[in-house]
């Protein structure tokens, strides 16, 4: 305060003033700015990974889907079961596109990568084993076969990692949202002293010479005649 001693009532007054409707400002655009910058953020973000995870779930029910259809046509010799197991392969491959499509991470793009290659073999060896029943060569397919059904559960368990990636980064993407909203909490609260600082200022700035003469204000009678009090001082 006696940096604002040499400065007139009225300034003191006007600093002050300013000094209020400047901290009072800056903490409403600051939340403004924040609060829509990560809704903004979050929206995206949030977006765009349930999306990922969304294809994930398919891309592996897709897979479960092609389980069990080259048996069936092992045991009865109708195509129709390899029609449907086209169906599924078309799908396992829109959704393998989608999914690279909407993955942000490095390891999410990875797993992809092992899964189209796996899927590749994976095709290749069935094709063969389909070939073989048709051929009437259904020990050799059989056996050909077992391979085969590694190959499908080494294919689902990458799908399965690929899903829990996405889960863990929803996860950590919501902790990271709530954190910020502390951190914009915590700047709305410390604004709020501050300004009753500023503003608890005006008094000790004022001092006793604006403060006193609204002391007598009243009238004072005094044997039987009234005394008016002092004009206040101009502020200058």
């Not at 700015?33 to 398919?58: I, P």
């Not at 109708?78 to 491959?93: I, K, P, S, V």
Request: glycine share 6%.
């Amino acid at each position: 305060m006696r940096r604002l001693a040499f400065l007139t009532l009225r300034s003191r007054l006007f600093v002050l003033l300013l000094a209020l409707v400047a901290v009072n400002c800056a903490g409403a655009v600051i939340t403004i700015w924040t609060t829509s910058r990560t809704l903004e953020l979050s929206e995206s973000v949030v977006k765009r990974d349930v999306q990922a995870l969304l294809a994930a779930e398919k891309l592996g029910s897709a897979l479960v889907m092609q389980k069990g259809y080259d048996t069936y046509y092992y045991l009865t010799g109708d195509e129709q079961w390899l029609t449907r197991l086209r169906e599924h392969q078309t799908a396992f491959h829109h959704w393998l596109g989608m999914a690279q499509e909407r993955t942000r991470m490095e390891e999410g793009r990875q797993i992809l990568y092992e899964i189209g290659e796996a899927y590749a073999d994976f095709e290749a060896g069935r094709d063969q084993v389909i070939a073989l029943y048709r051929e009437g060569r259904k020990d050799e397919g059989a056996h050909r076969h077992w391979t085969v059904r590694d190959q499908f559960h080494n294919i689902y368990a990458l799908t399965k990692r690929f899903k829990n990636l996405h889960e863990l980064q929803i996860q950590h993407n919501q902790g990271l949202f709530t954190r910020k909203a502390h951190r914009l909490t915590a700047l709305a609260r410390a604004a709020l002293p501050v300004a009753l600082l500023v503003g608890s200022a005006w008094p000790l700035c004022c001092g006793v010479r604006f403060w006193s003469p609204f002391a007598g204000w009243p009238l004072i009678r005094k044997r039987g005649s009234l005394r008016y009090p002092p004009r206040m001082p101009a502020m200058k």
